[in-house]
């Protein structure tokens, strides 16, 4: 367990949130940023690759796909949970847990 050394400026919901927690509360919008990660990998991969040469362009589109894939779910993981954490705006978590 790490030391948060920020006091929380929104209600906490959960403290100490797991791993199905946090995800279990991803919203639409930690979706739609994690699908947007996603689709700008690849081109950006093929792009970078097309500068190396013909033969590493898909490799390359998908390496950065799925490294923009793994980005995308971090970021949303993030923000699920600096919003159970109250780190970040929660008031569509704080009214579903009735607070």
């Known amino acids: 367990m790490g030391v948060i050394g920020d006091n ?3 209600p906490v919901v959960d403290r100490t ?3 199905a927690t946090v995800v279990g ?3 639409a919008t930690d979706y739609r940023d994690w699908a947007t990660w996603t689709a700008v990998s ?3 991969g093929w792009m970078s690759g097309a500068m190396s040469g013909p033969g590493i362009r898909v490799p390359a589109m998908y390496a950065s796909g ?3 894939g793994l980005a995308g779910f971090m970021w949303a993981y ?3 949970g600096g919003r159970l954490m109250g780190f970040l705006p929660n008031e ?3 009214r579903s847990a009735g607070r």
Do not use: C, D, K, W
Request: no cysteine.
């Open 42 to 44: 690849f081109p950006v």
């Open 66 to 68: 799925l490294i923009g």
């Open 8 to 10: 929380p400026s929104y």
């Open 92 to 94: 569509a978590e704080v």
């Open 17 to 19: 949130p797991t791993f």
């Open 78 to 80: 993030q923000s699920s």
């Open 25 to 27: 509360n991803f919203n």
